[in-house]
DNA sequence: TAGTGTATGCAATGGAAGTGCATTAATTTG
DNA sequence: CAAATTAATGCACTTCCATTGCATACACTA
């Protein structure tokens, strides 16, 4: 419990109930979530409130916003030191048609990208759809 | 003018009237469009029928949907004998946080991309968001 | 020409993102 | 410690875009 409010501090977000509930649930989640999961799970708070939540936590750079393309905004924690620079912290995005999940794949950073002349990359997104090593399994 | 019907026969699509001024200004842009560019550009069609019209045309892969992580939808005709394959059709877009518009680098295809074991890759999507050239030497 | 299928137009729905404002909680300051 | 200021939360509402249902108009075929 302490960790998750050093975690939040380190941030520079205040530790309230509400924030400290939506880091762990995130925590315990391998795949990205969406507003609408989060708001399933904490039926009682307001859609608002966790929607800003998570909106803190993306502008503190604690989560990152995933477009997987199914139109609806994914979250998830970024790694330990993320700036979410993209040499060194994006990575690909994988979206499962069967399982309808979205997962970070850490470890497969994004490929270094040339563009023509001129162009300044600021940002990028790599999303992969198909099916998922779980989904392939079955 | 044939040659539109062309195209779209081709494609086996029925070369309606509003089909073929569609396609007319899909071709003449350089950038990709969203259904509500095209609703600007045709006052007097209907929202509908322009949606279902580049709708067909994806079906058709006379054109591309994009998702450009705008939250809007862009079209953009697809380029010569594309299949939206993986390996040899799909590219890179990119979006200009200046002049807000996105484009097609179709010289700039996907960088293959390794997936962790049986991950199965069916679709990517690779959009780069900066500053484009035009707006960069300005 | 009648009939069938497709395209179009209008109206309405649904879902999600986002904003304004009032209320409550927390923090700072005198 | 109390007052005052700032931040967080909750509710209501708006906006925007994608999408669908149904009725009408058009085009092609038998």
Redesign the interface.
């Known amino acids: 419990m302490i960790e998750l409010e050093q975690i939040l501090k380190k941030n520079n977000v205040k530790p309230t109930a509400m924030r400290l509930l939506v880091l762990q649930f995130l925590l315990n989640k391998k795949s990205a979530i969406s507003l609408t999961d989060v708001e399933d799970y904490f039926v009682k708070s307001d859609r608002t409130t966790l929607y800003r939540t998570l909106k803190t936590f993306v502008e503190s750079e604690l989560a990152h916003k995933i477009?997987d393309?199914t139109?609806i905004t994914k979250y998830a924690l970024c790694e330990e030191n993320c700036h979410c620079e993209i040499e060194t912290d994006l990575h690909?995005h994988?979206h499962c048609?069967l399982c309808n999940e979205t997962s970070c794949?850490t470890?497969?950073k994004i490929?270094n990208?040339?563009?023509?002349?001129?162009?300044?990359?600021?940002?990028?997104?790599?999303?992969?759809?198909?099916?998922?090593?779980k989904c392939?399994?079955n």
Do not use: T
Request: aromatic residues 6%; contains cysteine; hydrophobic residues 40%.
């Open positions: 477009d393309g139109g690909l994988f048609k794949l470890d497969h490929p990208i040339s563009l023509p002349k001129n162009f300044i990359a600021e940002d990028v997104n790599l999303v992969v759809k198909g099916i998922c090593n392939n399994s």
